[in-house]
């Protein structure tokens, strides 16, 4: 069973998930490829994957049958697990936690060599409505407290299977990086009474040099301390905490602006390898006067080495400049 276990020397947290090694290729990436016959993930193959939570598909298809065009399941390798009680305990200096949480795969496409970026905007529209629709049935179970949605394109990214997909997974604490970022924006709207984000939005849509694309509701910015090369991240363009409570409409405009980003990207950098996640508001605060939600997207352009490790400083030799210039004069 997986638990979290929390690092005396810095106070991370790691997820030790035993049951993930038998995996397929758990140690051995060297590709991410596999033929569409054994493709659990393709249509006709359903019978391969865990029981869908969430499909969208005819009527009158059968659940777990070919029709669908979009199917959110279980992780069959599981990080955390909803059946595990939630559980704190001290070994000496060593604090444990049962790995209570949820970890899902979002199919987004019966196409396998499909993805965000060779989507229409209603195709991307849909699975962002099913990170909402999968995000808000977990957060009905109180003992989450956050839910994490990312995707990882590519080998380099840290995907093992090929077809186009998401994962979320369900955390029974607010992770380090979110809640720093909370303590950041709280500071900010204390000395301020405004949102740092929304403060930032304004002042990069008057610059204009770190912009890579805008519409009527979202902007794409690189952000001016980029960790890595063309490093973007999407911000709504009013203040906006959660992901799950934005309306039909606003998704509908981030699909668009998403879906841009995602070509222009996809064009500059030749299908680069890429890493999207979604920063949000935890599932148990208040609606928050100062958190405003983004998402992130890294290419994997370059490796973490042992500077990188050691300092947590990030050397980026691309200016978010030239980034930006660069995407702006890209047609997409
Ligand atoms: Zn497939
Ligand atoms: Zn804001």
Known sequence: MPELRKDPLNDRWV??????????????????????????????????????????????????????????????????????????????????????????????????????????????????????????DLSRDERLAYAQIFQNVGTPAGATLAHPHSQLIALPLVPREIAQELTAARAHFGAKSRCLLCDLVAQELTAKERLVHENESWVALAPFASQSPFEVHLHPKTHRPSFEKLDGSELGALAACLRTVLRKLAIALEGPAMNLVLMTLPLREPAHPFYHLRIVLKPTLTQPGGFEWGTGFCINPTSPEDAARFLRQTEA
């Open 15 to 136: 997820i030790i998930a035993p049951e993930r090694a038998d995996r397929p290729n758990s140690f051995l990436r060297a590709r991410a490829d596999t033929d569409v016959a054994n493709c659990p993930f393709c249509p006709g193959n359903e019978a391969l994957t865990t029981s869908e939570l969430y499909a969208v598909r005819p009527a009158n298809s059968p659940i777990n049958s070919p029709g669908w065009t979009l199917r959110a399941i279980p992780n069959r390798y599981p990080a955390l697990r909803t059946e595990i009680p939630i559980s704190r305990t001290a070994d000496g200096l060593y604090d444990r936690m049962g790995g209570t949480g949820a970890h899902e795969v979002i199919i987004e496409t019966p196409e396998h060599n499909g993805g965000l970026a060779k989507m229409d905007a209603p195709q991307i529209a849909q699975v962002l409505r099913a990170w909402q629709v999968r995000m808000l």
